[in-house]
């Protein structure tokens, strides 16, 4: 890696599913001129493309090889993978657990290890995820561990649905994001869990103004220490 892309800042937001960092972290990098690394987006990607291809969410060895060489696209807020725009396939309940399922794979994990490590470039990059702060970029210069009630967490991706237009049953969607939390944090290669330098922030209760305040107001706090101000 280059010196100056190894010396980017970065700012690692990690947290359950539907815990607020998609939105959260799109605001923080926007507002700082940051790049952005969606790291859920890579698992979610793999996921689709073993469905596409008909291989099994267990085969390790060729989950691992598709992920190595997974042709994908970020960039004005589409994802393109092997030229097919699959930024609202990769949305999808199947491969949200899809994603859940191959996350758990160490062969999966290093092979897209590579491939996030590269979105940091000057001035900066906001990665969000499971492992940002504990295992991809364990030297950012802000962890934040966002959390927020699996009810509330439940009832955000209902409104989400809800919003879109699609049908939804609150009660079932607990139920995964619960399985899912249980599939995440269980898991023994990088399960999700707060690295022991990172800032708690429980969004329960609170508004996406505030949320990006916070993250915002610790990060210059940081940069300015840093700076020896
Ligand atoms: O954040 P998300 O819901 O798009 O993530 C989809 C799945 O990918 C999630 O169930 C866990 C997994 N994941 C992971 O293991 N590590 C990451 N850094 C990001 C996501």
Known sequence: ?????AAAPVIAIDGPS???????????AAALGFHYLDSGALYRLVALAALRADIDLDDETALAALALDLDVQFGGGVIILSKQNVTDDIRSEICGMGAS???????VRAALLARQ????????LVAE?????TVVFPDAQLKVF??????????RRYKQLKEKGIDANIRLLLQELRERDQRDSA????P??????ARELDSTGLGIEEIVRQVLDWYRQKAAGSLGQ
């Open 129 to 133: 995820g499971r492992d940002m702060g």
């Open 192 to 197: 999700l869990q707060k690295a022991v330098d």
């Open 187 to 190: 898991r023994s290669v990088a």
């Open 101 to 107: 399922k191959v996350a758990a794979l160490p062969g």
């Open 18 to 28: 539907a815990s607020g960092k998609g939105t959260i972290s799109e605001r923080v």
């Open 117 to 124: 490590q590269a979105f940091r470039k000057p001035p900066g």
């Open 146 to 155: 966002l959390t927020a009630s699996a009810e509330v967490r439940a009832g």
């Open 1 to 5: 890696m280059p010196v100056e892309a």
